[in-house]
């Protein structure tokens, strides 16, 4: 691996990239003259669309139903009408006499009726009604002006009365309020750009990155360039290392000319508007923080976006497997439209969430330096992980040379026969999810205890029976509804037990370093403050899911990712996570599930698996229940978390019971 | 030279099963000699070649260019081997001098070197008019001149041809042919592939006939003319497939 050679790649693709018309135009001349184009045009349309409104003015029906009877009121009357008068744009009619129907037929925006009535202290008061509809954007600002006018008619009102009485006006001021606001304009600049800046820059990043990177391999294969690539005496590293580079150089020059031309036409636009903003700079150094967290985001879509490429036998394919990846992060970067979600150390270790968040804080200039740096820091990681995998993927030569006939309609076509692909497991784990959260939640709220036993058996377990009873499979064999041997059995409640310990352990290490919510402590909590007998919470927390989902996850849809059993149940376990629906808790029910694959797929019975769920599930119960009696406070720490050496004990525990385990279902050898 | 042996490749099936694309293969190609690689589409031709240019790994055999190890001198194996085959495209938006630069330090080649080998060989193969137009515009015998320029831009001593005149005219095919004589006349050793018999018949010292990926017979156009007594090449790649097939038949028989 030598970076000169990865330098002639990269040299040799930017050359080409930049002789590409459509590329120039999008990186480059798009993003110059986008955005001037879009602010001025929304303002121009924003200002043109008030003016117009205003200048289509208003006809205000006056109707007087007091100087008839009450000549005192003729000079407040008049003064009314006068103020109406001079607003701008409007006419004030006396109310004609098809008044209704010209309102009717919008003829006339608003009717103003003056009558009066009396105080208790046996004062008049007039009265002013403004018939209007609120629903009109003109009529809206209609009423806006009409109340005004009234409004400063009341002053003189009162003014005159006070003369009359020979009180100085100024009496009846006794306070003034004058709001201060401390937010600079920068700051206001900030929340406001802070709320879609992310959205922009992570959506230009990702789809500039995407088409370059769609180009660099699969256009290579498609227009059958790669393989003359190969022979070169440019080593496979070395190629990844210089198509790699090109789609992150070419992403960050992407995103640097979008700030850029961002900030001048917002400045140009502000100065045109001329209003509040007038002096306010835009904040230029936090523009410079967001390029540097950029920096890593930009790396890490370069090596996904290039292993997708990699694996695409054309640059049609490669788009179509863009678009997951451009989806998600969209979605992900939606996030700063969240008002109340700000990042934290946990938000952080999430990927484009935390750059979204951080963008936020970085421009209301509220961020912690950590925020930054562990953002960056995670990034990096997936990135160092992407880069490798890409590495890896270019060395594989299955994937490299995917043949014709490997295309998706034939696998499903091929595999027709065999229900069990991993697309109609994502398809069947994604329905159980939608029901979880839709129905799950849904009967979960009304009444846990109920919405529980209705959950596991009714959505996880239920269909799992019929889909294999409509497909004629037999249950005992494609769940391995086996009888576990004796000494498995034995094993498993040392197993089940000692990585409870220490998946609690690690949980509350997780808690320590990212504090969970409190309000998500209370919630899981209630589960516990159920009123109801204890051996209902048992069935319902612990054997119920212990059989359900555990047909559901190490049963049925382990069976569809592969015959690779380790890959089935790192895939299975990862799915058992996500199904918990609870970032908190992803990485310990992520381990357990490794653990409960491995027991099933080990031994070949699912029994072993459902009665270390079961423990497990019933320790956690066990414990919240009698965590003040004498035989088990000495080990825990608090209500529900064991105190360090029992963990410390705990490991060897499960590293012995797991190597006897290992040992016991050896297979047996053939002789 | 190369030197192959008991090569075995195998592509995995959608079914589980593994497909035998190259099954056994054995040969040699020394300097100063054209080996013809012969064969119907699907033979297993370029797989072969492919394995040749560390492309693919084989699942098993052995197989050397220049004395280097395919599998574990790969970077050796390419600096040694020129490698040319007629559906190669080129990068439309780079004109050739640009393009032969781009391999020839790819290579390792200074840069002095290259621009006088460009200059040497685009007044032997006569493209100086077209040397800095972008390739796009290069009609397919050009571009198939700029590919042979790129692929002895190193001065390999070894040169694979992947059914270098697929898709070529008459005159443009002999542009090819003249300059895989040329590489023979130059000392360096040869392999190419084709499945038209006139072109094995007119350029090759020996010819391999492969078949399903196995090799039916190899030696000198007089000797095969001889063991099978047909003077016609067709003929005698249509004999020698017919007995590859009486063999697997009889084989088939006694299991
Ligand atoms: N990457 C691959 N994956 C799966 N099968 C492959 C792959 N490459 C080649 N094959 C199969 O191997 C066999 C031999 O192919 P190969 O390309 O070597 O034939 P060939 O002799 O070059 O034929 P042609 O004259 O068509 O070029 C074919 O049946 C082909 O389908
Ligand atoms: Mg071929």
Redesign the pocket.
């Known amino acids: 691996m030598s970076f000169k050679k990865a330098l002639i790649v990269y040299r040799k693709e930017l050359l080409e990239l930049l002789r590409d018309r459509r590329t120039l135009f999008a990186t480059v001349v798009l993003p110059v003259i986008m955005y001037p184009l879009l602010f001025m045009g929304f303002s121009a349309i924003m200002s043109r669309q008030a003016g117009v409104l205003e200048k289509r003015g208003a006809t205000v029906a006056w109707v007087d139903s007091l100087s008839i009877r009450n000549a005192d009121s003729g000079s407040f009357s008049k003064s009314i009408q006068d103020n109406l008068a001079k607003l701008e744009y409007f006419t004030v009619v006396p109310a004609p006499k098809a008044l209704k129907q010209l309102y009717a037929e919008e003829e006339i925006q608003a009717i103003v009726t003056l009558s009066d009535s009396l105080s208790k202290q046996g004062l008049a008061t007039y009265k002013l009604q403004v018939q209007y509809d609120a629903s009109g954007e003109r009529e809206r600002m209609i009423y806006g002006k009409i109340e005004k006018a009234l409004l400063a008619t009341e002053k003189a009102e009162i003014n005159r009365r006070l003369v009359t009485l020979k009180v100085n006006p100024e009496l009846i001021k006794p306070m003034v309020i004058v709001p201060r606001d401390t937010s600079t304009a920068e700051k206001k600049m900030g929340s406001f750009l802070g709320m879609f800046l992310p959205y922009i820059m992570i959506l230009t990043l990702v789809a500039g990155a995407a088409t370059i990177a769609a180009d660099l391999v699969a256009g290579e294969k498609e227009r059958r360039t790669l393989e003359t690539l190969l022979v070169s005496s440019a080593s496979r590293s070395e190629i990844v290392w210089g198509k790699y580079l090109t789609i992150f150089t070419m992403a960050m020059v992407n995103v640097t000319i979008n700030l850029v031309s961002l900030s001048f036409s917002l400045r140009f636009l502000m100065s045109q508007s001329g209003l509040e903003t007038q002096g306010l700079q835009l904040p230029i150094s936090a523009f410079l923080i967001l390029l540097l967290a950029m920096v890593p985001l930009a790396s890490l879509f370069a090596a996904l976006l290039l292993s997708i490429s990699t694996f695409s036998r054309n640059m049609k394919e490669a788009r179509t497997y863009e678009q997951p990846i451009m989806m998600v992060s969209m979605l992900l970067g939606m996030i700063s439209f969240v008002p109340s979600i700000e990042i934290n150390n946990l938000l952080a270790l999430v990927p484009v969430v935390n750059i979204s968040l951080l963008f936020k804080a970085v421009m209301i200039n509220e961020y912690a330096l950590s925020h930054l740096l562990l953002t960056i820091g995670t990034t990096l990681v997936l990135d160092a992980i992407a880069i490798w995998a890409t590495v890896k993927l270019f060395n594989t030569?299955?994937v490299l040379?995917?043949?014709e006939?490997?295309s998706n309609v034939k696998i499903s076509r091929a595999n027709k026969r065999s229900f069990f692909n991993p697309f109609y497991g994502l398809v069947y784990f994604a329905i159980a999810v939608l029901a979880l959260f839709y129905l799950g939640g849904k009967w979960q709220a009304a009444n846990l205890v109920r919405g529980l036993q209705m959950t596991e058996l009714a959505l996880i377990l239920l269909p799992v029976l019929i889909v294999l009873r409509l497909l004629k499979l037999k249950p005992k064999e494609t769940l391995r509804l086996k009888l576990p041997r004796l000494q498995e059995v034995a094993l498993v409640p040392f197993i089940a037990v000692s990585a409870a310990v220490l998946v609690t352990l690690a949980a509350q290490l997780i808690n320590a370093v990212f504090p969970f919510p409190p309000e998500y402590m209370e919630s899981m909590s209630k589960i516990f403050q159920q009123d109801v007998s204890l051996g209902m919470m048992f069935l319902v927390i612990a054997i119920l899911p212990g059989i359900c989902e555990e047909v559901l996850f190490r049963g049925f849809l382990i069976r569809f990712f592969g015959d690779k059993a380790r890959n089935a149940v790192i895939i299975s376990a990862l799915l058992f996570a996500i199904f918990h629906l609870d970032p908190f808790r992803f990485l310990p029910v992520f381990l357990l599930g490794l653990l409960l694959g491995y027991l099933t797929v080990r031994s070949g019975s699912i029994i072993n698996s459902m009665l270390s769920h079961a423990i497990n599930n019933g320790l956690a119960l066990l414990v919240v229940t009698y965590a003040s009696q004498p035989w088990l406070k000495p080990l825990l720490q608090d209500a529900e978390n064991f105190k360090l050496w029992v963990g410390l004990l705990a490991l060897p525990v499960l590293a012995t019971s797991l190597w006897m385990f290992h040992k016991v279902t050896a297979p047996k050898e053939l002789n | 030279m190369i030197a192959v042996q008991a090569l075995v490749?195998e592509?995995?099936?959608k079914d589980g099963t593994t497909?035998r694309?190259?099954d056994e293969v054995s040969f040699e190609a020394a300097h100063g000699e054209i080996v013809c690689?012969l064969?119907?589409?699907?033979?297993?031709?370029?797989?072969?070649?492919?394995i040749l240019s560390t492309v693919?790994k084989p699942q098993s055999g052995k197989a050397s260019i220049e004395g280097f190890d395919v599998l574990t001198q790969g970077d050796q194996v390419r600096r040694n081997l020129g490698f040319l085959s007629g559906d190669t495209g080129l990068y439309a938006r780079l004109t050739p001098r640009e393009f032969i630069h781009y391999f020839g330090r790819l290579y390792g080649v200074q840069d002095n070197a290259i621009k006088r080998r460009i200059e040497e060989m685009s007044a032997l193969l006569d493209m100086r008019e077209f040397l800095d137009k972008k390739m796009e515009f290069l009609s397919t015998g050009m571009k198939q001149k700029v590919s042979i320029v790129r692929s002895i831009i190193h001065d390999p001593p070894v040169m694979i041809f992947?059914?270098p005149t697929a898709g070529l005219d008459i005159l443009t095919a002999r542009n090819i042919i003249a300059f895989i004589r040329d590489c023979k006349q130059r000392g360096k050793c040869v392999l190419f592939?084709t499945?038209i018999m006139r072109e094995a018949e007119r350029l090759a010292d020996r010819v391999i006939m492969?078949h399903q990926?196995r090799i039916l017979t190899q030696g000198s156009l007089p000797s095969l003319r001889e063991e099978s007594g047909l003077t016609d090449l067709d003929d005698i790649f249509v004999y020698y497939v017919n007995q590859a097939s009486a063999d697997a038949k009889v084989e088939a028989h006694e299991f």
Not at chain 2, 39 to 50: F, H, I, S, Y
């Open positions: 030569e299955s040379f995917r043949s006939d490997d | 490749k592509f995995p099936k497909f694309a190259v690689l064969g119907v589409n699907g033979a297993g031709k370029t797989t072969t070649m492919r693919f992947d059914e592939s499945h492969i990926g």
